[in-house]
């Protein structure tokens, strides 16, 4: 079936610093892909997405273009803020009639002043 | 709007007990979903319900049952609970053409 793998964490950086997480995923069509950012004592929020081959996602500084030819979806961002630190993961939506998320394990990040 | 509505926030149960996790959404979206977040393991799929009346199996369903009576409700009943269901439980909810998932603020649930 359909899965995502992405860097297991935790990812600790200084403020002002580049961060990338990797994810890689597999599945037996073009699914959609998706960022999600969990803060703190919170619910999941989507950060990005990605809906076909080339497509990249952009929100808050984040970025993360869809890669076909080796099927990843890499996060990225230029400079990272202390408000960055929280959980990210990573997801893609099967290709089924149903459209369930498929999740990565997270990654935590964790910015230092 | 509220979004997705969980309660209760937290819980602690003994082994054996019941109870039911409630979950709302106001956004009269159809598709709803049940995830468990074990440390390390990412969100794992309970159940799923693509409208009112509707539900399957997700990828780890066994020891839980669902119901979807109306398109608003849709609360995740543990019925012998075990220490294994020691979780983090989010209900999420999304629209027909919408891809993007709502996500309730979640129910920390300990089975001692």
């Known amino acids: 079936g359909d899965s995502v793998t992405q860097m297991e964490g935790p990812v600790t950086l200084s403020e002002e610093a580049f961060l990338t997480i990797n994810c890689t995923y597999t599945?037996?069509?073009?699914?959609?892909l998706f960022w999600y950012v969990q803060y703190p004592g919170e619910g999941l929020q989507l950060l990005l997405k990605a809906t076909k081959a080339d497509d990249k996602g952009s929100n808050k500084g984040f970025e993360a273009t869809y890669r076909k030819e080796t099927t990843s979806f890499h996060l990225e961002k230029g400079s990272v803020q202390v408000s960055d630190s929280a959980v990210y993961f990573c997801?893609?939506?099967?290709?089924?009639?149903?459209?369930?998320?498929?999740f990565g394990a997270g990654t935590q990040v964790v910015v230092t002043p | 709007n509220a979004g997705v509505t969980q309660t209760p926030k937290f819980r602690i149960l003994k082994i054996g007990q019941s109870m039911t996790l409630q979950c709302a959404q106001d956004?009269?979206?159809?598709?709803m979903y049940w995830y468990r977040q074990d440390p390390g393991m990412g969100l794992k799929l309970i159940y799923y319900s693509v409208g009112a009346g509707i539900t399957d199996k997700g990828e780890v369903p066994n020891g839980y049952n669902v119901s979807r009576s109306t398109t608003e409700d849709f609360p995740l009943r543990l019925e012998l609970a075990a220490p294994s269901q020691t979780s983090v439980y989010f209900c999420?909810?999304?629209?027909?053409?919408?891809?993007?998932?709502?996500f309730g603020s979640g129910t920390q649930l300990s089975v001692l």
């Open positions: 999420a909810s999304r629209g027909t053409e919408n891809e993007k998932l709502f």
């Open positions: 956004m009269n979206h159809n598709y």
């Open positions: 599945a037996t069509g073009y699914p959609s």
């Open positions: 997801a893609l939506r099967d290709t089924d009639s149903w459209g369930k998320l498929q």
